[in-house]
């Protein structure tokens, strides 16, 4: 039989050019990136057509999270859409929803066309409480005594193995250090409990690892040092302060400081990572840190109320701060002490618990009192002006006595907490006595943004201070507030109390109710 040839014409050829033309089209989309819907986590807030650009080889995602609502009390589930980065190619993570997920987020991915996540949806699978079957006497016994030996049995092993392992190493001139290997579902509670303990950060390796896979979405607040911004990290919330190129001696004194050994304290902002970046023409300088939605203590004051239970707990877990910093804490890896010479109200945050913690380190000063040195760093500035004490404005502080800086930052706390208390309503007898309007510090005696001249006439020439309300004194609870501030604000260095004292006060400082703060 003769072979038949197909038609140049025929239905043949049109039918082999058609996978051509797919694998074509399909290989351009790896190529060049697809688009992805995008809702959330947009790369640029002011995309207003819903999407983005995936890099070359990338995914399309649809996560799904549990987030705490302030306002309703409640977990709510919040929806993400977007593209992976490149350094996240989804490997492991988009694999997630093929299994049950117990923990309180999911993902899933793809990318076979132009939004092909918008429908996806992952789902968070609620842990079904299992009931065990009754059993007899015979199994339940045998149910103890199996894993009872099996765990005298390891234990013996153990033994011996670490004895082999003392005899071992006993014998080695050197020890290789252990890094942490950061798996793909990681979390940064999961990197910080690996951690050495020591409390001094993450490994560097694992800093800029996490930095390069920072998401940022939008611009939270700007400062003289630099713009902060709410990023994230593999769905986890994170505080990117991206700092001025002219300001590389802040970021570098605030990263040295965050990574002294156990600064780590609930009351000190939580430090995750640092690193530089380049962009071509730009260099960013990053700082990521814990991301506290309420803002800082500036802005929270402005729109809330307090009373005596939640001034006192604005109060307290800020000077437990401050007294970590001040303490030395002595040992083979112990903590210099630390001022942080620029404390005020927008240097502090308000956590969801509803305690301080304290930020910005870019002017801090540690002090070691074996070798009696303080170490200034290479930042020429100086703290904010409002807040500076009169022996500085005066120039009259001893800058080589560790003990003056400590003394001007409780001069500084005096003026926070003069802030907090302004905002607490009172009682007195059958009255009730609303807040004070939130003001800055000799707001009714300066310009608002004074200058060096203006604060040393008011505060060492005129001797003011903020007025204390009158109706302070008709409760004891404010009446004794009152006295911590103004003792903390003395002219005099060293009548002004110490953080430790302000902590012990506070501690025993009770509410009307009777409830002791603890």
């Given at each position: ?187 940064l509670s999961d990197l910080i ?283 004891e609870v404010l009446k004794t ?38």
């Amino acid at each position: 039989m003769a072979a038949m040839a197909p038609s140049p014409g025929g239905g043949a050829g049109q039918h082999g050019a058609l996978p051509l033309l797919l694998c074509f089209l399909l290989l351009s989309k790896e190529a060049w990136g697809l688009l992805c819907y995008c809702e959330g986590l947009c790369p640029d807030p002011n995309n207003f057509n819903g999407t983005c650009e995936a890099m070359p080889n990338s995914f399309c995602f649809s996560a799904v999270e549990l987030h705490y609502d302030v306002e309703t009390d409640e977990m709510k589930e919040e929806r993400t859409y977007g593209c992976l980065g490149q350094d996240e190619l989804g490997l492991m993570q988009c694999q997630a929803y093929l299994i049950e997920h117990y923990r309180p987020k999911n993902i899933s991915c793809c990318r076979e066309y132009d939004r092909c996540n918008e429908g996806l949806l992952p789902q968070l699978s609620p842990q079904k409480p299992s009931v065990a079957p009754p059993r007899d006497f015979s199994e339940s016994l045998v149910l103890v005594t199996l894993p009872l030996a099996i765990v005298a049995f390891l234990a013996l092993i153990l033994t011996f193995w670490f004895r082999y392992r003392q005899r071992e190493n006993s014998l080695l001139v050197y020890n290789k250090p252990v890094g942490i290997i950061m798996g793909p579902n990681d979390t940064l509670s999961d990197l910080i409990e690996q951690s050495s303990g020591s409390g001094s950060g993450l490994p560097l390796l694992v800093q800029r690892t996490i930095a390069k896979q920072i998401q940022l979405v939008q611009s939270v607040g700007k400062g003289r040092y630099g713009e902060v911004w709410l990023g994230r990290w593999r769905g986890e919330r994170v505080a990117v302060k991206v700092f001025f190129t002219t300001d590389e001696a802040s970021w570098f004194r605030e990263t040295e400081i965050y990574q002294t050994v156990l600064l780590r304290h609930e009351n000190i902002l939580g430090f995750i990572a640092a690193d530089i970046k380049g962009t071509g023409s730009l260099t960013q300088m990053l700082l990521i840190t814990d991301y506290h939605q309420l803002g800082s203590l500036h802005d929270y004051l402005q729109n809330i109320t307090l009373n005596y239970f939640t001034m006192i707990r604005l109060s307290l877990s800020t000077a437990c701060g401050i007294s970590h910093l001040h303490t030395e804490i002595f040992g083979t890896k112990g903590k210099p002490a630390i001022a942080h010479r620029d404390i005020k109200s927008k240097n502090i945050l308000v956590k969801r618990n509803g305690e301080c913690c304290i930020a910005d380190f870019g002017l801090a000063v540690k002090y070691v009192s074996e070798n009696n040195e303080l170490d200034f760093g290479t930042n020429p500035k100086v703290g904010t002006r409002r807040y500076m004490a009169p022996e500085v404005l005066n120039e009259t502080i001893n800058m080589s006595c560790f003990e003056s800086l400590k003394m001007a930052d409780m001069y500084s706390f005096g003026l926070v907490l003069w802030e907090i208390c302004r905002r607490c309503a009172s009682e007195s007898g059958d009255r009730y006595l609303s807040a004070d309007e939130y003001q800055l510090p000799y707001f009714d005696s300066v310009p608002q943004d004074p200058s060096f001249d203006d604060m040393h006439e008011v505060v060492c020439v005129k001797g003011i201070r903020p007025d204390i309300p009158l109706r302070w004194h008709c409760n004891e609870v404010l009446k004794t507030m009152s006295k911590v501030i103004q003792e903390c604000w003395h002219a005099n260095p060293a009548a002004r109390l110490t953080a430790l004292r302000v902590k012990k006060t506070l501690y025993k400082l009770q509410v009307t109710d009777g409830t002791k703060i603890v």
